[in-house]
């Protein structure tokens, strides 16, 4: 099956430092990913869509200058969380879909950000 | 936009009964119901999806069961173990896209 892999999948960081989260598609190929975010006992709040080659598309109230995303490639996305601060520290998890439209989004197994 | 609906927020099942979870959702175009399952510290993982020209799934002792006229879809557990403790989420989308999700539910099984 499709399988999505993220990393890291914790990070403690001091405040004003930058943490790279990179979410990787194994066996398929992806021309967008998704970002999410999740506070404790929450659903996912979706943060951004990662499109291959373009920019992202960001959810009302996200900072794109806060959280940078580039999809370089069919299989990697990548989260810059810049100039972190403790607000920051959440759950980060990225999901992905085949190219082909077939079968479910497939999710990583998520990012404990905690920043200091 | 779409809106979805999720009950219980918390469910208590003896182990061996069975669990039902429900969702209703808003916008009358969306055609795609995954469930998620999601452990403690851990991404969700899909468990099944229903689309909108079915009524009915199943797979093992998982099934959903989709009503497009009153616009709810409902997870049933049957059989339930203690594994099948954690958080459970319900989503809708219009053409395979952005996913809105329910608020969760979270499943304890007591032995």
Known sequence: GAVVSQHPSWVICKSGTSVKIECRSLDFQATTMFWYRQFPKQSLMLMATSNEGSKATYEQGVEKD???INHA??????????????????????SARPLSGQGGYTFGSGTRLTVV | GENVEQHPSTLSVQEGDSAVIKCTYSDSASNYFPWYKQELGKGPQLIIDIRSNVGEKKDQRIAVTLNKTAKHFSLHITETQPEDSAVYFCAASIGDYQL????GTKLIIKP
């Open chain 1, 73 to 94: 490639s069919l299989t990697l996305s990548t989260l810059t969380v810049t100039s972190a601060h403790p607000e920051d520290s959440s759950f980060y998890i990225c």
């Open chain 1, 66 to 68: 806060k959280f940078l």
């Open chain 2, 100 to 103: 809105i999700w329910g608020a």
